[in-house]
């Protein structure tokens, strides 16, 4: 069925472009190419008009192509400054009447012009236009870059690449304008949260699309925009390009406005990055070898804002005068620190000595507690190292006229920046090119990369919908524990943690998930040329992705004895991770995890193909007055993706891995209706149709349309929802080609408008697919082993009326060239109005679901990019260039009827809420601390309040007294780069920034606290007796009485982590990359039989030049939510490049 | 030439119209591993979860004449949710038991008894046996959610005035759109639609396709259903005619056995004595219904919402623990059991477990569960009586009440008619700080002048009722029924009420819960306050 369909729509796509030109019609059908030669000859004869009065010395030449030396039919020759001319014929020929000393002028699209001295018999050489700029690559089609009407920014990836970093897309930061790239973790295999002119929705993941050699890059797990920060282990996998060696590729071309990204119309609303991998070049062979050897430094605690030990101590000491860390409480506590290990030394009985752990004498104990508080431990300099990673790649690349190819391989390797994160990547690349004749020509490029990578264990976090706190039972992320824990505690000893001992070395060692990520990737393209004006092509793809994560609990880690912690009766009764048997009256509660320990496996798998066919057709006619481009085709993707999930209980890593498990565990699990393991399937199919055509006069006038019509499987069933006709019409002015132009010249050397008018859609967030009723199946909670069935239930009701979100995009841009082209400016204009945007729909729930995600919300947005790039100073050894990026994105919320409670636009993600920007982060207002020391705020009915604050409050006339502090998105982001040169010597210092948007700080406070946790530097400056009101905003650290008087004490402390006193600008300006580079002389390089030799340093996110000082350190960039989130290190780089 | 460019563009156009509808097939393919209900057996696996998984029995138990207020010392024993319940206020907290979980709860299951009833009516009609079983399943269904979301939402359903009472959408057809509007509707028409509902459903409804029935509509649960639907819709006849049904001949061999629940005795965990009260084995057990809840704590020996609770002095003057016709607590099969102290006061029969569904063991993330018995034996032969005192036919009442005594309790005394007025007539009538096991009653539909038979038999009836029912949030609907007027009491230091702070007349318009905040906000009328 589908190569029926394929076939049906490719033919029906040509009868579409045939009918075009009826005669070429007849030829293709006919199969008689013979005739193209006599149709070409009866559109010169149309074309030629002149040149028949001058019968001077008559010239006949050829004009070949450099690229395949064939000939070029339809070339435009002109005797140089006259309208006298022809056209070359289905040879490559022309003949013309020309006087004596003449010079031709010989031009066609694509190529560049040539002047040349008439002469009998003449051979004239086409180039193809070679200049990077003139090109724009769609991943479709290439463009003349004077064609092109859309809004794009071309990246050249040797300029852009920061070494050190292999993810590419980090490299993206600051490099165009209007797109921003915000490091949301530093972690390999994270992707960073990227948005081409901010976001296009408001539960979908606005994610932009990837495009590599043309294809899309679908990934292996939909992680959404909130997930990406989450730290959760499926964020490892998250990047679809963390498989590309970043040597291999050769240029981003990014795609903002809906001109130039229509073409990909249905998927397009969030923009578009085309990445095109190196090729071999004809006459040429090169084999070079980069290497980068990277070295990151340890986070310092002078630059965080984290008590010592010895405050720490202190705060510790009050906690106990009021009525904490009491051995009663302690000694058997779920966590403990300092005091709960006290407590257990006090017990220990030593038979062979005859002594306890600790004497229980006043003495001994303050002598305990005196070198804790002496201790001062640096969690970063325990936890992290500067060890070397290294990354190397090697690449071959050669060609001659018949075939060019390249080959590369890379290895990288990383011991870790954190205890237990190590990664190995492995990739290859192979692309090769074979032009089997001058008409046809035949591209194969594979791809494979391998990744193995250790990380931290972790689960993922929940949410708890009352409080909003994000809790992560079994953290262990380096980063945060270093950040969180006290630092009175030993590296050494283990304390107490969900009631089993703890150590967080031991716990590295024992608790950590291997992450392994295999990707492949080929493709074949076969180009056909009938004609020189017209390319038809098919293009076949297809790409596997296989992952797996497996998190091994180790037999002697906190997380696997957790469950076997049974030391006194208390904790036997109290913990929660111990199992008692339902069915006896005198059962006690037993482990689960007798021994061993857990091995939690996900594998996630996908299997994509991709076929598309094109034509594309240019002419020009009346010497270039005329030209047309016509690009039209079919394309089908098909995704599937597939994953496993299982947890094996009782895995004895220390017994030979063998398995030994309880039978309770099944016995629970059944109770409990617990999966044992899990399985799912998706698929995904699309097709689209789409065709595009641009017509120029004389240069100066462009007109551009682009149609596509695109269907998916994604909103289920109904044929009405899934096709979308997408579309845009643009157009451009190129100035400087009008005649009047010249008198501006060379003060101004370039000019062009560009105006277009586009509408762009996506599919939704992927769980929305509701067009038809979906039903499901599950097995529902029972009580017994006996009782239970399975069922069908409808997990999502049917929204007839659901459809892709959709935005219509007028942009205005502008690129402008000063003094022949040394400064230039470029400007874009914007402004969007997103609709049937998915928004969660409060409704009735009389169908049985009050909540409901529909096409409900629209918003609009508009901003303005800017871009200069000047030539400072251009001299023969020295020269100094420098740019200045700059943009600014607003968007506001103009149609969402929808409910939120208070929790939902207080805490750090931000909210959509009418009326404001799509995250919109709000504050409870703060009132001042009262005679307790206290927190008060203004609360919903307009009183002041210490615990009155309803977080689940819904009622919009409610909610008006919370403070709106901005959005959690910055509003302008760019950079500043210098790149000074000095013969063989470079030097780069490139800067970024970001303003606008507001941060949450780290929700620190609470109505109690234990002796593990670390706290900020403000806590010195807490309340502590009465009349310290006047002088501090920090609360009192509440004490047991306190808390037993009132027991919604927490909602207040909740209150203050969300108050407008935890908030904090998020604008920066961080020195991103300074960079020294050194090309040795060729003279010297080519002594020892190198072609170039090479060596750069480079000092990458070295400081933040500005930040709001209430951040503390904190870096505004980076989530810090624990699992696996790290941020990008501070760090040097040495590259060695040698070539062959 | 042209003749031929019209046959090409015909072929190509065919080709085109195939291609596109070969395209459709293309994109036919199922984006995940949702499935389609297209036979028999998928419809009735669709049918297994028209059943609502929220429940309304912490709610009613706070809202009725069950709880008192407990004061201040119990303040950390809460939720701002209970509080707002306890006093009849319109909730705003979000919660588990929250009133919108009920009411998208019971429209959920609604959802899929229409989806499944639209299933057959795809499949031709329900021709055989299973269908038509299923069929009768669904319509059940509907009619049960209908009936659950009526008697919360709305007054109470009379004669008099329910044409007129707000009801509530009743649902026939699975919702399509997004947002659709919804006019309420009458009582009066919600309770012609379950009659409707029943009406079809009981011809055809079977036993025979059901692999664990006592968690579906059964025959007897459907009976069972029907005579509490009539009851509450004030046709006696057909109350007790189809609760006849129900228990047939010997309906005491169905009853609740209290001596071996009494057997477990006292242990530190009271779960295997509750599951034993829900245990499907068991011929008490009619229909078995699981929820999202937190019931099994609320009635536990657990420190939980203890703010809140059938305390020893509401349970030694007015239900468990108070002296009865049958003597007292001492002469029950199962002793009701005191727990008392440090933040706990608490009278208890422990029938519902708690238990927890974890759905992530390693995270310890999960939902409270219990699970109730929507229809039991016992509850049912109390009806039947209520009926049957309704239709002045005390001889067979008095015999429905001597079969539910002599098994809840060791008593040797035998009702009558007349030592039931004798017992009656001579009690006060409670007052809020003077609490008896007879409360005035202002039923819509008229009885006997107080001191009557009838009354003082309906005094029994309803008494029974009470201690049948207790933690199972039944007790609600007879107080809307019978317009009792209850309070709002704080029990002082001593254990005795020491201050009444609101009471509920017979027409207090709080006896229909708000409509969800949310649903308010999508548009549909909020009851009348």
Redesign the interface.
């Known amino acids: ?2 190569n ?2 394929n076939l ?2 490719l ?2 796509y040509f ?1 579409l472009f045939l009918r075009v030109d ?1 005669k070429i ?1 007849l030829l293709i ?1 006919n199969r008689d190419f013979f005739m193209e030669k006599k149709l070409t000859m009866i559109l010169v004869c149309l074309f030629l008009s002149l040149g028949m009065a001058f019968a001077q010395t008559k010239i006949t030449g050829t004009v070949v192509s450099q690229d395949d030396g064939e000939p070029v039919i339809g070339a435009s020759v002109f005797i140089q400054g006259t309208k006298t001319g022809t056209v070359t014929d289905g040879e490559g020929t022309f003949s013309l009447n020309v006087p004596a000393n003449k010079k031709l002028t010989i031009s066609y699209v694509g190529m560049e012009t040539e002047s040349v001295q008439a002469k009998p018999g003449m051979k004239v050489v086409l180039k193809p236009s070679t200049s990077l700029q003139e090109v724009v690559v769609t991943g479709m089609q290439k463009m003349d870059r004077r064609m092109f009407t859309g809004s794009t920014t071309k990246i050249d990836a040797q300029n852009a690449k920061i070494d050190g970093l292999p993810d590419i897309s980090r490299s993206l930061e600051g490099r165009a304008a209007g797109v921003s790239v915000q490091n949301v973790s530093g972690t390999f295999g994270t992707a960073p949260k990227i948005r081409v002119r901010g976001a296009t929705s408001i539960y979908g993941s606005s994610k932009p699309l990837w495009v590599v050699d043309g294809v899309i890059m679908e990934d292996v797990v939909d992680v959404s925009a909130d997930q990406l920060s989450s730290g959760n282990a499926n964020t490892l996998i998250s990047s679809a390009i963390a498989g590309l060696n970043s040597d291999d590729i050769e240029s981003f071309q990014i795609l903002k406005d809906g001109s130039a990204t229509s073409i990909y119309g249905a998927r397009a609303m969030s923009g578009v990055i085309v990445v095109t991998t190196k090729k071999g070049k004809s006459g040429q062979s090169h084999i070079s070898y980069t290497g980068e050897y990277t070295m990151r430094l340890i986070p310092s605690y002078s630059t965080f804002n984290i008590m010592n030990s010895q405050d720490q101590m202190s705060i510790y000491q009050e906690l106990q005068q009021k009525g904490y860390l009491n051995y009663a409480e302690t000694s058997t506590a779920v966590n403990s620190g300092i005091y709960g290990k006290m407590y257990e030394l006090l017990n220990t009985y030593d038979s062979t000595t005859g002594m306890f752990g600790l004497a229980n004498t006043t003495k001994a104990k303050a002598e305990y507690l005196r070198s804790a508080e002496y201790r001062n431990t640096n969690w970063f300099k325990e936890l992290f190292t500067n060890s070397i990673q290294s990354n190397h790649s090697v690449s071959i690349s050669a060609g001659t006229d018949k075939a060019q190819y390249y080959a590369s391989l890379s290895a990288m390797y990383d011991p870790g920046w954190t205890k237990s994160s190590q990664v190995q990547r492995y990739t290859a690349n192979f692309n090769a090119n074979y032009n089997v004749s001058p008409k046809i020509t035949f591209g194969l490029i594979s791809s494979a990369s391998y990744r193995k990578q250790k990380a931290p264990g972790t ?2 976090a ?1 949410t708890d ?2 409080s909003g706190k994000v809790n992560r ?2 953290d262990i992320n380096p980063y945060s524990f270093a950040l969180n824990t006290s630092r009175a505690l030993s590296t050494t000893d283990y304390y107490t943690r969900n009631y089993a001992p703890f150590n967080i070395n031991n716990e590295l060692e024992q608790n950590y998930i291997d992450v392994n990520v295999s990707d492949f990737r080929m493709q074949a393209k076969l180009a056909y040329k009938p004609l020189r004006q017209l390319e038809l092509s098919v293009l076949g793809a297809m790409k596997y992705s296989a992952t797996s994560q497996e998190h091994n609990i180790k037999d002697n880690s906190n ?1 696997a004895m957790a469950y076997r912690a049974m030391g006194t009766s208390t904790i036997r009764k109290n913990n ?2 111990l199992y ?1 048997n ?6 006690l509660p037993v482990s689960v995890l007798p021994y061993g320990g ?1 091995v ?1 496996r996900t594998d996630n798998n996908m299997f994509g193909y991709d076929f598309r066919a094109t034509a594309q057709y240019n002419d020009s006619f009346n010497n270039d007055t005329h030209i047309v481009n016509l690009y039209g085709g079919m394309e ?1 993707n098909s995704v599937d993706r597939h994953n496993t999930w299982f ?1 094996g209980w009782g895995m004895q890593y220390d017994m030979g891995e063998t398995p030994s498990y309880a039978y309770q565990v099944f016995k ?2 059944s ?4 999966d044992y393991y899990t399985m ?8 689209a149709f789409f065709g595009n055509g641009t017509y120029s006069y004389k240069g100066r006038y462009i007109l551009n349309g682009t149609i596509r019509y695109e ?4 909103l ?2 109904s ?1 009405s929802a ?1 096709w979308l006709p997408t579309w845009n019409l643009s157009g451009a002015w190129n100035v400087h080609e009008e005649s009047f132009f010249k008198s501006l010249e060379p003060v101004m050397s370039h000019l062009t408008f560009r105006l277009s008018y586009s509408l762009t859609a996506d599919r939704g967030p992927s769980n929305v ?1 509701n067009s038809r ?5 599950q097995n ?5 082993a ?10 999502d ?6 459809t892709y979100e959709k935005k219509h995009e007028l942009n205005f841009g502008m690129d402008m060239g000063f003094l022949n082209n040394r400064i230039n400016l470029g400007m874009d204009v914007y402004s969007r109005r997103n609709y049937d945007l998915i928004g969660l ?12 995600y ?3 919300a629209s918003m609009k947005s508009s901003g303005v990019e800017l871009s200069l790039s000047t030539t400072n100073i251009k001299a023969k050894d020295f020269s100094w260039t420098s740019s200045f990026i700059y943009s600014h994105t607003h968007n506001q919320v103009t149609d969402l009827r929808t ?1 939120s ?1 208070i929790m939902d636009l207080v805490s750090g993600n931000g909210f959509a809420q009418e009326g404001y920007p799509v995250r919109s982060l709000f504050s409870i207002p703060f009132k001042g601390l009262n005679r307790e020391g206290l927190p008060t705020f203004l609360d919903q009915d307009g009183k002041i309040t210490t615990t009155g604050i ?1 977080f ?4 919009p006339e409610k909610m008006k007294f919370l403070k709106y502090e901005g959005s959690i998105d910055p509003t302008d982001v760019g950079s500043f780069g210098n790149i000074f040169t000095y013969k063989g010597l470079s030097l780069n210092v490139f800067i970024t920034y970001s303003f606008g948007n507001v941060v949450r700080l780290d929700p620190v406070f609470s109505n109690a606290y234990d002796d593990l946790s670390s706290m900020p530097k403000e806590f010195n400056n807490r309340w502590t007796v009465p009349g310290d009101e006047t002088r501090t905003n920090i609360p009192v650290i509440a004490s047991a009485i306190q808390n ?1 008087t ?2 919604n004490l927490s909602y207040a402390y909740n209150a203050y982590n969300y108050s407008t006193e935890r908030i904090a600008k998020g604008d920066f300006i961080r020195m991103k990359e300074i960079s020294l580079g050194y090309d040795f002389p060729k003279t010297w390089v080519s002594s020892l039989k190198l072609s170039n030799l090479s060596l750069k340093f480079q000092a990458t996110n070295l400081f933040l030049i500005y930040a709001d000082k209430k951040l503390n350190g904190q870096d505004p960039e980076f989530f810090n939510t624990g699992g696996v989130a790290v941020p990008v290190p501070k760090q040097f780089t040495l590259t060695l490049k040698i070539g062959i | 030439m042209k003749k031929n ?1 019209i046959l ?2 015909i072929v ?2 065919a ?2 119209s ?2 596109l509808a ?16 297209d036979s028999e057996d ?1 419809i009735a ?2 049918t ?2 028209a059943y609502p ?1 929220n429940d309304y029995i912490l709610l009613n138990e706070c809202m009725s004449d069950n709880v008192d207020d407990m004061g201040p010392t119990y ?2 024993y ?1 939720s ?1 949710f209970l509080d707002q319940v306890y006093s009849w206020n319109d909730a ?3 919660d588990n038991e929250s009133s ?1 979980n009920l ?2 709860s019971c ?6 008894a229409n ?1 499944a009833l639209k299933s057959i009516e795809e499949l031709g009609g329900a021709t055989t046996t299973k269908l038509k079983e299923t069929k009768a399943e669904a319509l059940l269904c509907r009619a049960y959610s209908h009936f659950i979301l009526t008697n919360e939402f709305c007054m109470n359903y009379n004669s008099k005035t329910s044409t007129k009472d707000m009801g509530v ?1 009743y ?1 026939t057809e ?9 006019e309420r509707g009458t009582v009066a028409h919600d309770y012609e639609m379950i009659d409707k509902d029943i009406q079809e459903a009981l011809p055809i409804v079977g036993d025979t396709h059901y ?2 029935p ?2 579906h509509f059964n025959s007897q649960a459907a009976y069972a259903f029907a005579a509490r639907f009539y009851l509450f819709y004030e046709k006696w006849d057909k109350a007790a005619e189809y609760a006849s049904v129900c228990l047939g001949a010997s309906p005491k061999t169905m009853l609740q056995n209290w001596d071996k629940m009494q057997s ?2 006292v ?3 009271l ?3 509750c ?1 034993l009260y ?1 245990d ?1 084995s068991s011929n008490s057990n009619f229909l ?1 219904l ?1 929820s999202i809840s937190e019931a099994g704590l609320f009635g536990s020996n657990h420190i939980y919402f203890t703010k809140y609770s059938h305390n020893t002095y509401l349970a030694s003057t007015e239900d468990l623990l108070a002296t009865n016709i049958y003597g007292d607590s001492r002469d029950m099969r199962c002793k009701p059991m005191t727990f008392s102290g440090s933040g706990m006061d608490r009278v208890i029969v422990a029938k519902l ?1 708690y ?13 409270s ?1 219990t ?1 109730y018995p929507a229809f039991k034996a016992d509850l049912t032969l109390l009806e039947r009586a209520e009926a049957y005192i309704m239709l002045k036919e005390y001889t067979k009442a008095c015999d429905d009440l001597n079969a539910w005594m002599h098994n809840y309790t060791n008593s040797d005394v035998v009702l009558t008619p007349q030592n039931i007025q004798a017992y009656y007539t001579a009690l006060n009538y409670a007052n809020w700080n003077a609490p008896t096991i007879k409360k005035h009653l202002y039923p819509a539909f008229g009885i006997d002048k107080e001191g009557s038979i009838q009354e003082c038999m309906l005094q029994c009836a309803l008494s029974f009722k009470r201690i049948e029912t207790s933690y199972e949030g039944l007790r609600w609907f007879d107080i809307k029924r019978y317009g009792i007027n209850i309070v709002r009491r704080t029990i002082n230091a001593s254990g005795k009420p020491g201050e009444k702070t609101d009471s509920l007349t017979t027409n207090d318009l709080r006896r229909a819960i708000q409509i ?4 308010r ?4 009328q909020a009851n009348p306050r």
């Open positions: 069925m589908r029926n369909c049906a729509c033919l029906y009868y009826n019609k059908i689960i993922s929940s919908a009352v039972a079994f997380q929660n991770y008692t339902p069915d006896d009256i005198y059962a857990i939690d089908t947890r629970k699990s109770e409990q209706n617990s799912g399937n998706t698929s995904e199919r699309s097709v269907g998916t499987n994604r289920g069933k044929r899934r697919t009723v979906i039903i499901k199946s529902p909670w029972r009580p017994f006996g009782v239970k069935e399975s069922q069908l239930y409808i997990s009701l049917e929204n007839s009326d659901l729909a409060t409704t009735e729930g009389v169908g049985g679901e009050v909540m409901k529909g096409n409900i409910t409670s309803y689940q409050e819904s009622d037993n009132d027991a | 460019n090409y563009s190509l156009l080709f085109a195939i291609s070969s395209c459709d097939s293309y994109l036919d393919k199922m984006p995940d591993n949702r499935a389609e209900v998928k696996s669709l297994t979860s998984t303040a950390n809460t701002r705003t907290d979000e919108e009411w998208q429209y959920k299951a609604i959802a899929s989806q959408s649902l699975p919702e399509t759109t997004l947002d659709p509007k919804y692999d664990v006592k968690y477990y005795g242990t530190n965990s779960t295997p004595r599951n829900i499907a078995l699981t477990p238990m927890f569904e974890e759905t992530n063991p390693v995270a310890k993330t999960g939902y569960r699970v969800p905040f949310k649903v906000q999508a548009g549909l």
